[in-house]
C-alpha cells in the first residue's frame, strides 16, 4: 500500500458526512475526537479544526495538514474500508509526534473494533 491521500481518499458531501455523524461509532483519542464507519469501497477520511478554537484560517490550515499527514503516513495499518472523521479538539497546537501518536492509537482502535 502506497503512502498517498488521493483526492477519492477525501470524505466530501454534505449526506455523507451527516450519516457519518448519525450513523457512526465515535471515541476521543485525545487531542482528537474520531468517527468512524465500516464502508464499501474505499476509505474516506475527513480532516477537521472548528473555527471556534482557531480563529485565524493558517491555524485551522495547519492542524489540518498535520492530521492528514499523520493519517498518510500510518494508513497502512487498517485493514478494510472505512469512513473516518478526525475532528480536532485541543484549543493550543500540539507537535506532529503527538496528533500522529494519536491517529496511530484511532485507527488501531478502529481497526480492532471492525
Known amino acids: 500500500m502506497g503512502y498517498g491521500f488521493p483526492k477519492q481518499n477525501k470524505l466530501c458531501g454534505q449526506m455523507r458526512i451527516a450519516a457519518l455523524y448519525k450513523e457512526g461509532k465515535r471515541f476521543t483519542s485525545w487531542p482528537l475526537r474520531v468517527a468512524f464507519q465500516p464502508t464499501e469501497g474505499d476509505t474516506r477520511v475527513l480532516v477537521w ?6 480563529k485565524r484560517a493558517v491555524q485551522r490550515n495547519r492542524m489540518r495538514r498535520l492530521m492528514r499527514e499523520a493519517y498518510r503516513l500510518n494508513q497502512a495499518i487498517l485493514t478494510s474500508p472505512y469512513i473516518i472523521a478526525f475532528n480536532y479538539m485541543e484549543k493550543e497546537e500540539l507537535p506532529f509526534s503527538v496528533i500522529e501518536k494519536a491517529v496511530c492509537k484511532a485507527l488501531k482502535k478502529i481497526n480492532g473494533n471492525g
Open 49 to 54: 479544526a472548528p473555527k471556534s478554537l482557531f
